[in-house]
């Protein structure tokens, strides 16, 4: 057992973490809804399957972070945003999930000017459903052309669940696409976390990034 020298920013610490030996990093591990933000030399994990995650983070400064969200946008009034963490389960939707997690960079030292971001996810992994995926990887390209944020890559849409592996400090991603033989626990977990969702107020191959 390898103890956690990380320390967490506030607010961050009802995000699971673990020791990843196979990376030899302290990583912070995303359900949907999540999010999380670093300034230290840590991972953020997470496994998409119609979801979307934003990578992004202060190149100049190295303090970034992902989110994962399941729904694109919520046209209810703002979110009262108070910093780091989860509010309301609001960042179940993209707008919010986007906002928080910009403002949680800026608010810890990044700067606008010198963020970079990197997008995955919005897979149709269960044919004959509605595409939630293109809609959500239609939603995050939009708002972060509106929002003026440059997108330096991108893995959108397919028919796979991908793994996802960021390293803020770098601004590396790992990514795997995953076999369909992988594909029930996640579509499971996705069906049951829109059903909360809806009613509550408001191997493959490795690729580089």
Same mark, same amino acid.
């Given at each position: 057992?390898? /103890?956690?020298?990380?320390?967490? @920013?506030?607010?961050? %610490?009802?995000?699971?973490?673990?020791?990843?030996?196979?990376?030899?990093?302290?990583?912070? #591990?995303?359900?949907?809804?999540?999010?999380?933000?670093? /300034?230290?030399?840590?991972?953020?994990?997470?496994? @998409?399957? /119609?979801?979307?995650?934003?990578?992004?983070?202060?190149? &100049?400064?190295?303090?970034?972070?992902?989110?994962?969200?399941?729904?694109?946008?919520?046209?209810?009034?703002?979110?009262?945003? #108070?910093?780091?963490?989860? &509010? !309301?389960?609001?960042?179940?939707?993209?707008?919010?999930?986007?906002?928080?997690?910009?403002?949680?960079?800026?608010?810890? $030292?990044?700067?606008?000017?010198?963020? %970079? &971001?990197? &997008? +995955?996810? $919005?897979?149709?992994?269960?044919?004959?459903? /509605? !595409?939630?995926?293109?809609?959500?990887?239609?939603?995050? @390209?939009?708002?972060?052309?509106?929002?003026?944020?440059?997108?330096?890559?991108?893995?959108?849409?397919?028919?796979?669940?991908?793994?996802?592996?960021?390293?803020?400090?770098?601004?590396?991603?790992?990514?795997?696409?995953?076999?369909?033989?992988?594909?029930?626990?996640?579509?499971?977990?996705?069906?049951?976390? +829109?059903?909360?969702?809806?009613?509550?107020?408001?191997?493959?191959?490795?690729?580089?990034?």
């Amino acid at each position: 057992m390898v /103890s956690s020298t990380i320390t967490r @920013l506030p607010g961050f %610490e009802h995000i699971n973490t673990y020791y990843d030996s196979a990376h030899n990093i302290e990583t912070a #591990k995303l359900l949907p809804g999540d999010y999380y933000v670093t /300034s230290s030399q840590e991972a953020v994990v997470t496994v @998409l399957g /119609s979801c979307v995650s934003a990578c992004i983070r202060d190149r &100049v400064f190295g303090i970034g972070g992902m989110n994962h969200f399941m729904l694109p946008i919520h046209e209810g009034e703002r979110s009262n945003w #108070k910093g780091a963490g989860v &509010v !309301d389960n609001i960042t179940r939707f993209g707008n919010y999930a986007m906002e928080h997690l910009i403002n949680d960079i800026l608010s810890n $030292g990044g700067m606008r000017k010198n963020l %970079e &971001v990197k &997008v +995955f996810g $919005g897979g149709r992994i269960v044919k004959g459903l /509605s !595409d939630i995926g293109a809609c959500n990887a239609r939603f995050v @390209l939009d708002y972060l052309k509106e929002e003026r944020l440059p997108v330096v890559s991108k893995h959108l849409n397919g028919d796979h669940p991908r793994k996802l592996y960021y390293f803020p400090k770098t601004g590396r991603v790992l990514m795997k696409k995953l076999a369909s033989l992988h594909n029930d626990t996640l579509i499971k977990r996705e069906e049951k976390y +829109f059903r909360a969702i809806e009613n509550a107020p408001v191997g493959g191959e490795v690729d580089l990034f």
